[in-house]
């Protein structure tokens, strides 16, 4: 079963890890270091980033080099989309609101 992108990106851990790999690629090691999390804890992270489809690992040697896939996140902002319009269409009316709440405190002065 896939996982859901919404569980997978909830979590603030992974979205530091996806934070970090947005920079390029990064080897566990170097992830451990970035965010201060112990390697076990990353690593379990890393699995569920993989299994969601938001990375993918290239081995080289004896390390592990993660990745970020941005298309699963293309189709999180595609979903967005709508909301975030709603918002700004309200963003927008609020600051008409304060506009004329300040020319109305100007006009009394």
């Known amino acids: ?5 919404f ?7 992974r979205r530091r890890i ?3 790999l947005r920079d390029g690629d990064r080897s566990v090691n170097d992830l ?7 390697q076990p804890t990353v690593s379990k992270h890393l699995k569920t980033l993989r299994e969601a489809g ?9 390390q ?3 990745r970020l896939r ?6 999180l ?20 609101h304060l506009d004329r709440m300040e020319d109305h405190d100007q006009e009394q002065a």
Do not use: F, K, T
């Not at 079963?1 to 992108?5: I, R, S």
């Not at 938001?54 to 004896?62: F, N």
């Not at 902002?77 to 008409?96: C, N, V």
């Open 7 to 13: 569980e997978v990106v909830v979590e603030p851990n």
């Open 77 to 96: 902002d595609a979903w967005l989309d709508p909301y975030r319009a709603a918002w700004s269409g309200r963003l927008d009316a609020l600051a008409r």
């Open 54 to 62: 938001l990375v993918v690992v290239r081995p080289q040697a004896q």
């Open 32 to 38: 451990v270091h970035a965010l201060d999390i112990a």
């Open 70 to 75: 941005p298309d699963p996140l293309q189709e």
């Open 18 to 20: 996806l934070d970090v």
């Open 64 to 66: 592990r080099w993660y």
């Open 1 to 5: 079963m896939p996982l859901d992108l």
